[in-house]
T-cell receptor, first 111, second 117 residues
């Protein structure tokens, strides 16, 4: 059975800090790993990673995948209160359409 | 605005009621999904429709009945629910290539918060 484990489950930091969120996975015939941000209701897409070692970057957010060790990290630098959200990691198999999600990491940025 | 609209946003129902959740996507996608999000649990996939055909049903109880009349609309019909079915129900869509394998990126609606009394 496919499995996605995120850590930590909850994280509280001060504005300006840098955070690293972790996602490890076990999946048969891995195709891609995705990161989503969920603030209130609808998760919004951040990154899709398919190749090891290639960093994806969007502003202060970046992510990288290690297909050998079966994990990904999401980095947020110079955090702002607007970064407070639940960050979801999900994996997709080859030939499948369903995403298998982790529990999410609840990130709180205090001013 | 994600291009995926869900109604109602909030629903309270008794265990003997029958109600429906509606989802509409304006993105031209050909695959639609229902996910359930309960407190402190991962998002759980319930159903997948690709090209209006159900391709996945994740052992969901029969008191949940999906309907996909066309590629833009998806319903979740609810009847004789249990209090443990209270959750946020999220609809999503994606563009699936004709081979059946999706692109991976889902676009989510805002969700319907369901409370079963």
């Amino acid at each position: 059975e496919d499995k996605v484990v995120q850590s930590p489950l909850s994280l509280v930091v001060h504005e300006g800090d840098t955070v690293t969120l972790n996602c490890s996975y076990e999946v048969t015939n891995f195709r891609s790993l995705l990161w989503y941000k969920q603030e209130k209701k609808a998760p919004t897409f951040l990154f899709m990673l398919t190749s090891s070692g290639i960093e994806k970057k969007s502003g202060r957010l970046s992510s990288i995948l290690d297909k050998k060790e079966l994990f990904s990290i999401l980095n947020i630098t110079a955090t702002q209160t607007g970064d407070s959200a639940v960050y979801l990691c999900a994996v997709v198999r080859q030939g499948a359409q369903k995403l298998v999600f982790g529990q999410g990491t609840r990130l709180t940025i205090n001013p | 605005e994600t291009g995926v609209t869900q109604t109602p946003r909030h629903l309270v129902m008794g265990m003997t009621n029958k109600k429906s959740l509606k989802c509409e996507q304006h993105l031209g996608h050909n695959a639609m999904y229902w996910y359930k999000q309960s407190a402190k649990k991962p998002l759980e996939l319930m159903f997948v429709y690709s090209l209006e055909e159900r391709v996945e049903n994740n052992s969901v109880p029969s008191r949940f009945s999906p309907e996909c009349p066309n590629s833009s609309h998806l319903f979740l019909h609810l009847h004789t629910l249990q209090p443990e079915d209270s959750a946020l129900y999220l609809c999503a869509s994606s563009q699936a290539p004709s081979g059946g394998a999706g692109t991976g990126e889902l676009f989510f609606g805002e969700g319907s918060r369901l409370t079963v009394l």
